[in-house]
């Protein structure tokens, strides 16, 4: 049976690196989808694991060579999700996990409309700020920007399947899960079993 891609957007900030985390943890047929950036790496940060770090003339040969299910300008750098692997692992019917922005979930959307796409948001923008400041990560300007980012994104979350409240880790953590086992068993998912009984 094949699988289906399994998509998780939020704002920055909004916790999703930790929840990917937890359902591929959880999820043995879950393969995270590991996207290709022309970002710096940032520290602790692996070629391979969390990105596959690239040139800009790099991405844009894999662009022009159709080489990206999509692919985005998120805050200033390209990011694009490799399709052999998003492909590879659905037809052996495994669930690829991509941490994606807005902008590429809706590119994917149109092209794997079988898949399940969820958009987890932050109970307040000044929750999300202080999540923001907390990492460590971003300077003050960064994270201003991050933020203006926000209200676009969550202004698009409608066109996604599921609008996941993150207000604690845990919780949001569970009512994913629970949204991923109803999914499994949708109907038109059931076309093989259902033949195989008839
Ligand atoms: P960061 O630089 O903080 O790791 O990621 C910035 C944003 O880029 C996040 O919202 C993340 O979900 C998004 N992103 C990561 N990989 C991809 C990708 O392959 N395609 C798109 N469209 N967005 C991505």
């Known amino acids: ?8 957007s939020s704002p920055s900030g909004g916790g999703k690196t930790t929840l990917v985390h937890r359902i591929l943890a959880d999820m043995p ?6 996207s290709i950036c022309t970002r710096p790496p940032r520290t602790g940060e692996r070629n391979g694991r969390d990105y596959f770090f690239v040139s800009k003339p790099a991405f844009e040969r894999m662009v022009r ?3 990206l299910a999509e692919w985005a300008n998120v805050h200033g750098y390209l990011y694009g999700t490799p399709k052999k692997f998003l492909d590879a692992k659905i037809s052996l019917g495994y669930f690829p996990i991509l941490d994606i922005d807005v902008q590429g979930a809706i590119q994917l959307k149109k092209k794997y409309p079988d898949g399940v796409y969820i958009f987890l948001i932050p ?7 202080r999540r923001l400041r907390e990492r460590h ?3 003050a300007e960064e994270i201003k920007k991050r933020l203006m980012a926000a209200k676009r994104e969550i ?5 996604y399947d599921y609008v ?7 919780a949001a953590v569970e009512r994913v ?3 991923l086992e109803a999914e499994r068993w949708r109907a038109h998912r059931a076309e093989s079993r259902l033949k195989a009984l008839r």
């Open 177 to 179: 899960k629970t949204i």
């Open 164 to 170: 996941v409240l993150n207000d604690d880790i845990d």
């Open 137 to 139: 990560t971003d300077s």
């Open 65 to 67: 060579k159709h080489e």
């Open 29 to 34: 047929k879950a393969a995270y989808s590991v």
């Open 1 to 8: 049976m094949r699988g289906y891609p399994i998509v998780i």
């Open 123 to 129: 109970p307040t923008l000044r929750e999300l700020s």
């Open 155 to 159: 202004s698009m979350a409608q066109q």
